[in-house]
């Protein structure tokens, strides 16, 4: 393998790292107060995960409603004691599913240009020069 291969296969295995996924991760820490409306949090209680958004976080508790509710259903807010919270994660699936959409277009346009650049031939009509 030359080094321009090389090279291109690293960088295309660091977009697949990135680009892939919600980008789910643990929050540092928790403060109380509203995070964003529209904020994925799952919540692990029990060994059970919730997904909600609209999240308050309390000193003593934890609110938020469920993802496929309308953020301003009120009625349909659940609430865990902090207590029986395992581990909170917030994500966003939506710019995942994005990030894999240009993944998806992105990586053939790569391998394309990297093949015109090596030869030349590959991208013309005919494959002549």
Do not use: Y
Not at 18 to 42: D, F, S
Not at 57 to 81: E, H, K, M, N, Y
Not at 113 to 128: E, Q, W
Request: aromatic share 6%; charged share 15%.
């Amino acid at each position: 393998m030359n080094r321009r291969a090389g090279v291109a296969a690293a960088v295309g295995c660091a977009v697949l790292v990135v680009a892939c996924g919600a980008g789910w991760h643990r929050p540092a820490r928790l403060e109380p107060g509203p995070l964003a409306p529209r904020q994925q949090v799952e919540v692990w209680s029990g060994g059970k995960a919730r997904r909600w958004h609209a999240v308050q976080v309390g000193p003593d508790s934890i609110s938020g409603i469920p993802f496929v509710q309308a953020t301003t259903c009120d009625s349909c807010r659940i609430a865990l004691p902090r207590a029986a919270v395992d581990s909170v994660r917030l994500g966003d699936p939506v710019g995942g599913f994005w990030k894999t959409v240009g993944l998806v277009l992105g990586v053939p346009l790569l391998i394309w240009s990297i093949a015109c650049a090596t030869n030349r031939a590959f991208c013309l009509p005919g494959g002549s020069d």
